[in-house]
């Protein structure tokens, strides 16, 4: 059994070393999940000089360590996303992470399985939310299907994906390092502003910072203290199962729980953060022994998986009471990105829309 490791990591690692000493570039960013790994495509791709850290690897913290679902559309299902949002902006977003997902696949050839995903119902409560789901998608030309079958009833969304998280993170990795920018691992940022970033292992000189961190970032950014704040999300992961039970990515429980079935085999399975609301919200990133405990009880009565369980982990989200992510300038030249369970991946290289204030419901996706 490994403690914290997540099944995604399969030994590989790329060879990349802390800063050694003063440099000078256009942009700095600060995190190297897969937020700032999209900047630093992004810059490269402009043309400008970028230097990335990273306080531990490439995607050592959630971008490294999730369910490796692509789902499209807000934290929030789409009904709601148009209830919060109106129709015109849910929709819009929602055909964003679409293309978003193509474009990670184009960025990470091989590395995106188009598998679709299915939300199940758990029961009388959650199939009329569903439906309401289901109707709303339509009504905007989202594709959108029943689903009637051996795991039950609910929908099916043809266009969703799943990925090995990792894998993608070390695809970008190595596709900015091609187009120029410079990484540096174990490179801790202690102090910023918008034109240097001093570190542990030297300072960086730049015309503007982005800090791109998602797990702790009122940690980083104490002003954000009000507008984020940070959650555990716990998995587990099996041996290989020998037949595909899951063809897609599943969530249910209004998607607080969810899970995937690798192409080896293995079932990567999350959530339970709804039983231990309180205890959750915290820093700490280690996995507890009651949310492990409801998800071990699940895996084995509700899912029927048997394999052996091989990994247990956990990591740090940020969360806004609004469901969409923080996208900030701080100060001219200083920005930051975070709070990006709200939209997933999939929002990361687009534009994303401005934070709003509003009450998020307790209940929803909650590793988007
Ligand atoms: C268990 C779990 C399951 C999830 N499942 C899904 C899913 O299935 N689908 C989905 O879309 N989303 C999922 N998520 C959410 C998703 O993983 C995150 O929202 C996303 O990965 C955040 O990526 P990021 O690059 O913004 O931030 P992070 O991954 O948090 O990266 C920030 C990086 O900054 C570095 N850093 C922090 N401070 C410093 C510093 N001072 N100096 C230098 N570096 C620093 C950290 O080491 C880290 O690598 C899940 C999250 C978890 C935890």
Not at 136 to 154: F, K, Q, R, T, V
Not at 257 to 283: C, I, K, N
Not at 289 to 298: C, K, N, P, V
Request: with cysteine; net charge negative; charged share 20%.
């Amino acid at each position: 059994m490994l403690t914290n490791t997540p099944i995604w990591h399969n030994g590989q690692s790329l060879p990349l070393s802390p800063l050694g000493g003063d440099v000078e570039t256009d942009v700095c960013v600060i995190g190297l999940g897969g937020s700032g790994l999209t900047a630093l495509d992004e810059l490269t791709t402009m043309g400008r000089r970028a230097v990335g850290i990273d306080a531990a690897g490439i995607a050592p913290g959630a971008a490294g360590r999730n369910g490796g679902l692509l789902l499209g559309g807000t934290v929030d299902f789409h009904h709601d996303a148009v209830t919060a949002l109106s129709r015109d902006r849910a929709a819009g977003i929602y055909r964003q992470t679409m293309a978003e997902i193509r474009h990670i696949d184009e960025q990470a050839p091989g590395v995106v399985r188009h598998t679709g995903s299915i939300r199940l119902s758990s029961g009388p409560d959650e199939d009329a939310d569903v439906e309401r789901q289901r109707e709303a998608m339509l009504a905007d030309g989202i594709s959108c299907e029943l689903y009637e079958g051996p795991l039950g009833h609910g929908i099916f969304m043809p266009d969703d994906a799943c990925f090995n998280p990792q894998q993608r993170c070390r695809a970008l990795a190595r596709r900015v390092i091609a187009q120029g920018a410079k990484l540096y691992t174990q490179t801790t940022a202690t102090s910023y502003s918008a034109t240097e970033v001093r570190t542990d292992c030297g300072t960086i000189r730049c015309a503007q910072v982005i800090i791109a961190v998602d797990g702790r970032l009122e940690t980083l950014v104490p002003e954000l203290a009000g507008t984020v704040r940070t959650a555990r999300l716990q998995m587990l992961a099996t041996a290989p199962v020998a037949e595909r039970v899951f063809p897609t990515p599943i969530s249910t429980r209004y998607g607080f729980d969810y899970w995937q079935q690798t192409p080896d085999g293995s079932v990567a399975f999350g959530g339970g953060r709804d039983h231990s609301v309180e205890s959750e919200w915290t820093t700490d990133a280690e996995p507890t022994d009651r949310i492990q405990g409801y998800l071990e009880r699940t895996l084995r009565e509700t899912l029927k998986v048997t394999a052996p369980i091989t990994h247990r982990w956990a990591a740090s989200v940020s969360y806004t009471e609004t469901g969409l992510p923080v996208l900030q300038e701080l100060r001219p030249g200083l920005w930051v990105i975070g709070g990006v369970p709200a939209t997933s991946w999939a929002r990361s290289a687009g534009a994303p829309p401005p934070v709003r204030r509003a009450a998020r419901p307790p209940r929803s996706r909650d590793f988007l």
